[in-house]
T-cell receptor, first 114, second 113 residues
Framework: NAGVTQTPKFRVLKTGQSMTLLCAQD?????MYWYRQDPGMGLRLIHY???????AKGEVPDGYNVSRLKKQNFLLGLESAAPSQTSVYFC?????????????FGPGTRLTVL | GEDVEQSLFLSVREGDSSVINCTYT??????LYWYKQEPGAGLQLLTY?????DMKQDQRLTVLLNKKDKHLSLRIADTQTGDSAIYFC?????????????FGGGTRLMVKP
C-alpha cells in the first residue's frame, strides 16, 4: 500500500513550456486535491475532484488544468509555465468528507520555472 | 474570507515544552487541525479539535482552543529533536462547505539538543 505518490519529484521548466504532474493513490479514495505551497504561506487549493470524471476549481486555479479520468489518478497540467508557478505542489486524497476522514498527502513535487 | 495566521519560527531546547500558536478569523470554523511536515515530505495529520471543545490531549500533544479569541495552540511536552518540523494549523467550516481546509503559513519548530 503505497498511499499517495507523485511524479516527478523535481522539475525545472523554462517559461512557456508545458508539463503534467501525476498523482496516484491506491486507497480507493473518492476525493483528490492539488495544492501549492509557497514560502511563509499555507497550502492553497488549486483544483479538486469529488470522484472519477469530476473536477472543480479551488482557490488559485488560474494557469492550471486537471483531469480525473481514472479514480486512482489526478493529473495537474501547466499549459504555459510562468515563473509565478515556481512552487512545491502537493497532492492529497481522502475517502470522505467527515472530519475523521483524514487527508493523506503525497511527498510533493518541487517545480522551478525559469 | 477565512484567514489563518501563525508565527513563522520557534526554537526550543530538547526536553522543554513547545507551544505553537494559531489565530483564525472565521467564527463559523467547526474543526481545527494541526498538521506536521517533515523535511521533504507531505503533511501528516497530528490531531484535530471540534469547535465546541476547549482542550484535547493526545500523549505528548495538548491542543487548547479559545473560541472567543479565535486562538488555537499546540503544546508539545518533552520536545525531542524528532519533533523538528513545520507545523500547520488549518480550519474547516464543516461538511456543508465540503470540508475544505484553510491552512496557516506554518511554524518552523527547531529543537536544539
Amino acid at each position: 500500500n503505497a498511499g499517495v505518490t507523485q511524479t516527478p519529484k523535481f522539475r525545472v521548466l523554462k517559461t512557456g513550456q508545458s508539463m503534467t504532474l501525476l498523482c496516484a493513490q491506491d486507497m480507493n479514495h473518492e476525493y483528490m486535491y492539488w495544492y501549492r505551497q509557497d514560502p511563509g504561506m499555507g497550502l492553497r487549493l488549486i483544483h479538486y475532484s469529488v470522484g472519477e470524471g469530476t473536477t472543480a476549481k479551488g482557490e488559485v486555479p488560474d494557469g492550471y488544468n486537471v483531469s480525473r479520468l481514472k479514480k486512482q489518478n489526478f493529473l495537474l497540467g501547466l499549459e504555459s509555465a510562468a515563473p509565478s508557478q515556481t512552487s512545491v505542489y502537493f497532492c492529497a486524497s481522502r475517502s470522505g468528507l467527515a472530519v475523521t476522514d483524514t487527508q493523506y498527502f503525497g511527498p510533493g513535487t518541487r517545480l522551478t520555472v525559469l | 474570507g477565512e484567514d489563518v495566521e501563525q508565527s513563522l519560527f520557534l526554537s526550543v531546547r530538547e526536553g522543554d515544552s513547545s507551544v505553537i500558536n494559531c489565530t483564525y478569523t472565521d467564527s463559523s470554523s467547526t474543526y481545527l487541525y494541526w498538521y506536521k511536515q517533515e523535511p521533504g515530505a507531505g503533511l501528516q495529520l497530528l490531531t484535530y479539535i471540534f469547535s465546541n471543545m476547549d482542550m484535547k490531549q493526545d500523549q505528548r500533544l495538548t491542543v487548547l482552543l479559545n473560541k472567543k479569541d479565535k486562538h488555537l495552540s499546540l503544546r508539545i511536552a518533552d520536545t525531542q529533536t524528532g519533533d523538528s518540523a513545520i507545523y500547520f494549523c488549518a480550519e474547516t467550516q464543516g461538511i456543508n462547505a465540503g470540508n475544505m481546509l484553510t491552512f496557516g503559513g506554518g511554524t518552523r519548530l527547531m529543537v536544539k539538543p
